[in-house]
């Protein structure tokens, strides 16, 4: 019995896709192993995120504390400079008379 050609090559195309169909997929390992890779990843990046998160908290806290201890101080500066020329100023107008 012979063949003819077309429909021979509608049997090796059956054949030839009946075998892509069956290798089309994933398997079941190849699934849970991505979806644990991907945990593992995800789970490094949401510890690395929180890490970097609290980091930058204590820093603009620690940054408030010294950005006001620099305002008092300035303000004591300020302070102490007029008593100091108020009082060189009063002292020389008395030395004077």
Do not use: C
């Not at 997929?25 to 190849?30: A, D, K, R, S, V």
């Not at 945990?39 to 609290?54: D, E, I, P, R």
């Not at 009063?90 to 030395?95: R, S």
């Amino acid at each position: 019995m012979k063949i003819s050609k077309s429909r021979k090559s509608i049997f090796f195309n059956f054949k030839f896709l009946t075998f892509n169909s069956r290798r089309a997929g994933f398997t079941l390992i190849e699934v849970l192993l991505s979806l644990v890779l991907l945990t593992v990843m995800l789970g490094a990046v949401y510890g690395s995120f929180f890490s970097v998160q609290k980091a930058l908290e204590r820093f603009n806290g620690v940054s408030l504390k010294y950005q006001e201890a620099r305002t008092a101080l300035d303000i004591m500066r300020r302070e102490i400079g007029r008593t100091l020329s108020g009082s060189a100023l009063h002292l020389m107008i008395t030395a004077k008379t």
